[in-house]
C-alpha cells in the first residue's frame, strides 16, 4: 500500500507482487511484521499458508509448486524449511524471478537428528528433510533461472550457519539473528527488497539490456558463510 497526502492508505498498482513462504509449524502472526514493512517498501507481499504439521515435506513441495502456478509472483521470500520445499518447488515448474532464503536448511539440522521415524505426526517434514539430506548424491541448488540471495543468523540455533550453504547462490549475508528475530529485522527487509527489485527482468521494458548479476559474493558488512 501506498500512503496518500492526507495520510491514508491507496492501493498501488505498480507494486510487484512477492511470495512469502513460512517454514515448520510457523502461524502467520509471526511473518505480520516482515510482510508489514515489505508493503511499506511497495512490494505486494502475501504470506502463503499451509499445514506443515503432519504433512510429508513433498505434499508441502507440491502445494507450494502449485501456488505458484495459480498466483505466479515476481519474486519470493523464503523462510527455513520453506525455503527447501520452495527450491523443490522451482525445479518441477516453469517459475523464475529472484529468490531471498532465510535461514535455509541444506543440510541435516542437528536438531532433527534424533527425532524418531514413528513420530510422523506432527514431525513428518522434518524427519522427511533429515532422510533427504542425508541420502548419497541428493543435494539442493539454486535455480539457474533465479537470482538468489541468502540471509543466515550468526546466533540460529536451529539452522546453524554449516547447514545454510546452497551451490548456485548469488549473494550471502550472514547478521546478528536468531531463527525467528531476523522476521522482526528492518535490515533484513531492506536486504530482501534490494535483491527484489534490482533484478534485470523487472526493467526489461524500460531498456533492451542491463548488467547482469555479479557471480557469487558477500556485500554489504556480512560475513562470508563456511
Known amino acids: 500500500m501506498a ?10 498498482l505498480n507494486m510487484l507482487s512477492v511470495r512469502v513462504v513460512h517454514g515448520f509449524a510457523v502461524t502467520g502472526f509471526v511473518f505480520t511484521p516482515l510482510t508489514t514493512r515489505l508493503q511499506r517498501q511497495s512490494l505486494d507481499a502475501k504470506l502463503f499458508r499451509y499445514p506443515s504439521v503432519g504433512f510429508s515435506l513433498n505434499e508441502i513441495i507440491d502445494r507450494v509448486a502449485k501456488n ?3 498466483d505466479p509472483p515476481g519474486g519470493i521470500i523464503a523462510h527455513s524449511l520453506g525455503c527447501v520445499a520452495t527450491l ?34 506432527p514431525f513428518a517434514p ?9 541420502a548419497d548424491g541428493q543435494s539442493l541448488s539454486a535455480p539457474p533461472q533465479c537470482p538468489t540471495m541468502t540471509i543466515v543468523g550468526r546466533v540460529d540455533m536451529i539452522v546453524p550457519r554449516s547447514c545454510t550453504h546452497l551451490n548456485g547462490t548469488h549473494q550471502s549475508h550472514t547478521l ?6 531476523m522476521l522482526l529485522s528492518s535490515a533484513v527487509v531492506n536486504l530482501c527488497v534490494q535483491w527484489i527489485k534490482s533484478d534485470p527482468r523487472l526493467h526489461a521494458s524500460k531498456r533492451s539490456s542491463g548488467p547482469q548479476r555479479p557471480p557469487f559474493k558477500h556485500v554489504g558488512g556480512s560475513e562470508s558463510v563456511s
Open 68 to 70: 505458484l502456478i495459480d
Open 3 to 12: 500512503t496518500s497526502r492526507n495520510g491514508t492508505e491507496v492501493e498501488d
Open 88 to 121: 523443490e518447488a522451482i525445479h518441477r515448474i516453469s517459475w523464475a524471478g529472484p529468490i531471498v532464503l532465510l535461514a535455509p536448511p541444506i543440510k541435516t539440522l542437528p536438531l532433527t537428528r534424533f527425532i524418531p521415524r514413528l513420530m510422523r505426526w
Open 126 to 134: 522434518l524427519i522427511d528433510h533429515r532422510e533427504w539430506t542425508s
Open 176 to 181: 546478528w539473528h536468531s531463527h525467528n528475530s
